[in-house]
């Protein structure tokens, strides 16, 4: 069982059989991530950061944790003058990169983004995937942008998609950007990355103020998939994945 906890924007703690997951940690109003420590208390702490941007990347992280077995993984675009010199685990990603010694889990692969940073898919001890977009996204804003803009954006995001279909089988749960500023086109990546990739269970993010967002996305959940949505709209809801 995995249990899927929210901590706010694209940050999200997953506790799995090997480890505890912290995701892209911007800020936690509600206090979760004390709780989910201090209930796996011997579990080692994997920290992921998909880039530098400050709503995806808060230094308080290497603060926390500390009577932990803490690994760092992190975006080669976090300048390493961020992170304390000594006492810490840190590995730093680039697209494409593997890492296959970090405790609790079997492999980290980075893909790419659409904006800076990577993007991380996680093999678990028993085979099954973490996906977390980091700001891998269809970025575009068809109301503003031009036809050949448009289509640029979504070929470059095709691409890296693309990749992670032909590498991946199966996701059991991907966190994707489901950005409300983007007006009409804000499900638009999710639909495409849904379309090629086969996920069990799907977690939106990313919400920029309008978390109903996150409700309303199972609406656009292409008819052809299996894929289960939830909503996790507030800072502190988590989930249980069987299975």
């Known amino acids: 069982m995995i249990t899927v906890t929210y901590l706010d924007h694209s940050g999200f703690a997953l506790t799995t059989p090997g480890a505890v997951m912290i995701f892209d940690y911007y800020k936690d109003p509600d206090k979760k991530l004390e709780k989910v420590l201090r209930d796996s208390p011997e579990k080692p702490v994997l920290f992921f950061v998909s880039h530098h941007h400050p709503d995806h990347f808060n230094t308080s992280i290497f603060e926390l944790a500390q009577d932990r077995k803490r690994t760092y993984i992190l ?4 300048f390493s003058k961020f992170v304390p010199k000594t006492g810490l685990s840190v590995a730093w ?14 492999q980290v692969k980075a893909y790419g983004s659409t904006d800076t940073g990577v993007s991380y898919a996680i093999t678990l001890t028993d085979g099954s995937v ?41 996701i059991k749960i991907a966190m994707f950007p489901v950005d409300a500023r983007m007006g009409t086109d804000f499900a638009k990546g999710a639909q495409i990355f849904l379309s090629k990739v086969k996920v069990d269970n799907f977690f939106p993010m990313h919400f920029w103020g309008e978390p109903q967002k996150a409700c309303d996305f199972n609406a656009y959940v292409p008819a052809a998939t299996a894929t289960r949505c939830y909503c996790l709209d507030r800072p502190g809801m988590n989930v249980e994945i069987k299975g």
């Open 75 to 78: 975006a080669n675009d976090i």
């Open 93 to 106: 990603m680039s697209a494409g990169d593997v890492i296959d010694s970090i405790p609790g889990i079997t």
């Open 130 to 170: 973490i996906f977390h977009a980091g700001d891998l996204n269809d970025w575009h804003w068809s109301e503003e942008s031009t036809e050949r803009e448009v289509a640029k954006a979504e070929e470059r995001f095709k691409v890296i998609v693309d990749r992670i279909a032909e590498e991946i089988p199966e």
